[in-house]
């Protein structure tokens, strides 16, 4: 069994209650102003703000979440397993390093980390929090044996 040393969701399922929340604002501002409370209509725009939001929140646990287990990294739908990481301290970033995920470029509001592999290539792994995910890595990368 593998053991988790480090993740990030992309998003907590919360977001979805975003909309719900906004739409009781709204209710209450028409109720303490005095003018009429459209109940329903209130309802509809938390509902339909509900509904749009459970596609993206599901977008981004999906593609946008990371996980560093004893046994492998994920970058959204990208396993990648531990006996292929090589180094993540001093690792330059060469021009055209492929991005883990998928994606053409590391995502908005991600720092990337600069990782070799076992065959000499170098990727870019990214997080949020991209010093403790270099932790992380280190750690999975020294406890990792190799074969010689």
Known sequence: MSERLYAESGVSWAAIVWGPVFALVGALAELVTGGPVHVVGWLMVGFGLCVITIPWVY?????????VTTKQLR????????????????????????????????????????????????????????EALQDALDRLVRATPRET
């Open 75 to 130: 970058q959204g739908r990208e396993k990648l397993p531990a006996d292929q990481l090589a180094d993540v301290t001093d690792v330059g970033t060469p021009v055209g390093a492929r991005v883990l995920g998928g994606g053409w470029s590391v995502p908005r509001k991600y720092d990337s980390l600069p990782v070799k592999l076992t065959d000499g290539s170098v990727v870019l792994a990214w997080a949020k929090d991209v």
């Open 59 to 67: 977008a981004r646990r999906r593609f946008l979440s990371l996980e």
